[in-house]
């Protein structure tokens, strides 16, 4: 049973309190996940750093927990919680853009949608996820991987700075130089060491993007995943993209007759020049023809936001990951047997390339401990009808039953579950007595548990 909360926050903050039985709580204790159905006790929408520390301090002198929430797409619900204080932070989303200086700032709700955008407009942009509606905050802690990666690094490795509320309630930068181990653990190590109200990242000229998504027959796939392996060993910088299964939807370059129908497809995005990326992508239709394509020129934010559609909010989500170094023959036989089932038009198979630059960086360099993956694999399921709960989760599990034997023993945390908690120590890999030793020096008390959770 919990008791009552003293009423004396809404005095301490500027940001909305809002409490069960206030008409915005409805609205407010949702998450992105529809699964999660928790109850928290408050939910402050934060307007700036100080509402923050006011309100983790609020959390800690009460003995609640802290649920974080930027952009709210945590898989397990971690931005809310049954009698956690929310501290979110959606209202936070101010971008500034340096050009001179290549960095852009953001605060630490922003999504990767607006950053995107205001970066764009110079000409600029950084790794980022392959959805605009996801939080910069959750996927930068965690690592983040996006088409960017083999040419820039992963979202964290573009980190420059973040400004941190911890655990009692401190605001500190974290930097190379300030709180160095800080800074070191808030690269890969998630949302374990506080909040993070404003992050700083190095941008890089990338203005229009090359690129789009092919689909090819289903009985292509041994041969497109086999042309990948190879491909991607060595491909250019400027090549980012994935293999994925997806049902095609309704969409204009999609041929009527085969709109329902499932394909391996293959998403690219190449950041040099036109020319290049022509050539580049047009060896995958020397594998395959594909069925439907819609490649072409376009600004990166657009390619950012293409699939936004497929994935709204109020979806149940149920995900798996594995890190693979070599992907065997055994592997993509797996990934062709229950890729083929993929049940509904959101939910896929996505395999992320996550070598190039992402190599760059020494392993012990930062909290990310799975540099030594060629990939990232996602089994994401996604689907509208709580009715198919069982059946869905029932393929994700499937799946990833099926390549586990082929794969690291880690995932990548981003992409992992609520069940995955027994796995955090193999999913943050190389790195994780370091991580457990920073977490022992800012949150000794584990104020901050709802996360991929570090103990301390
Ligand atoms: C549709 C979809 C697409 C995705 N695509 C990608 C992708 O392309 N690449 C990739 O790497 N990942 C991807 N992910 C996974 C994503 O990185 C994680 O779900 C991540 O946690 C989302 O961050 P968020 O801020 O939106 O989530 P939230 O639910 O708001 O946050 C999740 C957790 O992250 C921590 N956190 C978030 N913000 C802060 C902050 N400012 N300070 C401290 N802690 C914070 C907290 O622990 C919080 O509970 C995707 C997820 C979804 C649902």
């Not at 229950?338 to 996505?350: C, Q, Y």
Request: glycine share 10%; proline share 6%; hydrophobic share 40%.
């Amino acid at each position: 049973m919990t008791t009552q909360l003293p009423g004396t926050l809404a005095d301490r903050v500027r940001g909305q309190v809002i409490r069960p039985g206030d008409d915005a709580y409805e609205e407010a204790r949702h998450v992105y996940n529809a699964m999660i159905d928790a109850h928290p006790d408050l939910v402050v929408r934060c307007t700036g750093t100080d509402d923050v520390a006011a309100t983790v301090r609020y959390a800690a002198e009460n003995g609640r927990a802290v649920a974080v929430r930027g952009g709210g797409h945590s898989v397990p619900g971690f931005g809310t919680a049954d009698g956690a204080v929310v501290v979110d932070l959606s209202l936070m989303q101010s971008v500034d853009v340096d050009p001179e200086q290549r960095t852009a700032s953001a605060g630490g709700g922003t999504t990767w949608g607006r950053f995107n955008d205001a970066t764009a407009a110079s000409g600029l942009a950084t790794t980022g996820g392959i959805i605009s509606t996801t939080g910069l905050g959750g996927l930068t802690l965690g690592g983040g991987i996006g088409y960017l990666c083999r040419g820039y690094g992963l979202s964290c490795d573009n980190l420059v700075s973040a400004e941190v509320v911890t655990a009692d309630g401190t605001v500190l930068t974290a930097d190379d130089d300030r709180n160095a181990d800080l800074f070191w653990a808030l690269r890969g190590g998630g949302g374990n060491f506080g909040v993070v109200t404003r992050m700083t990242y190095r941008v890089h000229p990338v203005d229009t993007i090359y690129g789009g998504p092919m689909f090819f027959e289903l009985a292509d796939a041994p041969a497109i995943f086999a042309f990948f392996r190879e491909f991607i060993r060595d491909a250019p910088r400027e090549y980012g993209g994935f293999p994925a299964f997806q049902i095609a939807p309704p969409l204009p370059f999609v041929p009527e007759d085969r709109v329902g129908d499932t394909f391996i497809a293959v998403v690219s995005c190449w950041t040099g020049s036109e020319a290049e990326g022509e050539r580049v992508i047009d060896r995958f239709r020397q594998v395959a023809r594909p069925v439907a394509e819609h490649v072409g020129a376009m600004p990166y934010p657009a390619l950012n936001s293409a699939f936004d559609p497929l994935v709204p909010p109020g979806l149940q989500h149920y995900w798996k990951a594995a890190f693979v170094t070599e992907l065997t023959d055994d592997a993509i036989a797996a990934h062709v047997e229950h890729g083929a089932r993929v049940p509904v038009v959101n939910s896929t198979m996505h395999l992320y390339p996550i070598n190039g630059a992402v190599h760059d960086v020494a392993p012990d360099a930062t909290a990310f401990g799975h540099r030594d993956a060629t990939f990232a694999a996602v089994i994401a399921g996604m689907w509208p009808d709580p009715a198919d709960n069982e059946a869905h989760t029932r393929w994700v599990k499937d799946y990833y039953a099926a390549i586990a034997p082929h794969s690291e023993a880690g995932g990548y945390t981003n992409f992992a579950s609520a069940d995955d908690q027994t796995r955090v120590a193999e999913n943050y890999g190389a790195n994780y007595q370091r991580l457990r030793e920073v977490k022992r020096r800012y949150d000794p008390g584990n104020l901050f548990h709802l996360n991929q959770n570090i103990r301390p």
